[in-house]
Each structure stands twice: as structure tokens, then as C-alpha cells.
């Protein structure tokens, strides 16, 4: 498991690579946490968020979670969380990006996330 400190220096780095234009009106920035996030419609240990978008009154935050990425995967090294994180972070963003851009439809990332927690409470329907 990788220590808070380099966790957090990948994610910084990883910001780095994005185009300034993304972060317009990410008012809370993005923040790591130590927590790890188990989405509320999970039937056992089996699932984790590693990241969220989040709009408020006031604000868009995007929050990545280090205990979530512990917890899925406590061997990575810091490459294969470099890749992980990069994967987690541009999601997120694209989120950002939809929402600024008011796309709202079945091709957004909104629906896709929507149609593999349904695709997750189905399989677990069957058990």
C-alpha cells in the first residue's frame, strides 16, 4: 500500500497532465480522502467507489478515496496505481465536463454508471 504522501503526489501529478479549461468551476477543487466508500446499494464488500463528482449549493468537488483504492488494491505498485488513479480521475472530470456542458442523456457517463449499478443489483438479485 502506498503511503498518503505519495498517493497524494501521483494525484497531483496526474491533475498536471489535465488542460486548465477542465477545472472551470471545480470550486472544491479535488481532494483526496482517506476514507474508504462502499456505495449505499452495495450487498456486500464486493464493491468500492473510488472516486465522486459532486455538485452542492455553491460548488463541484471531485473526491478520490485512497481507502477505497487500498482496499481493492493493496499490492499495487506506485505505476499500477499511477494507471489506476489516471483511469479514476478522467472519469470523474468527464462527469465535471457533462454536467458544465448540461449533457444529459443515455450516452452520458451519468447513465453508464446508472446501467452498471443495475447491472450489479441484477447479479445480485440472482444469488
Do not use: W
Amino acid at each position: 500500500m502506498l503511503d498518503m504522501e505519495t498517493f497524494r503526489d501521483i494525484v497531483s501529478d496526474l491533475l498536471d497532465e489535465l488542460p486548465l479549461e477542465f477545472f472551470k468551476d471545480l470550486t472544491g477543487g479535488v481532494i483526496v480522502s482517506e476514507d474508504c466508500m462502499v456505495p449505499d446499494y452495495a450487498k456486500a464488500d464486493d464493491i468500492t467507489t473510488m472516486g465522486t463528482y459532486a455538485v452542492y449549493q455553491g460548488g463541484r468537488q471531485i473526491t478520490v478515496y485512497k481507502g477505497s483504492f487500498d482496499m481493492a488494491y493493496p499490492n499495487a505498485t506506485e505505476e499500477e496505481m499511477k494507471n489506476l488513479l489516471r483511469g479514476v480521475i478522467r472519469h470523474e472530470f468527464r462527469h465535471h465536463l457533462e454536467h458544465l456542458g448540461g449533457v444529459r442523456n443515455s450516452k452520458s457517463l451519468e447513465a453508464e454508471d446508472e446501467r452498471q449499478k443495475q447491472a450489479y443489483l441484477r447479479r445480485h438479485k440472482k444469488k
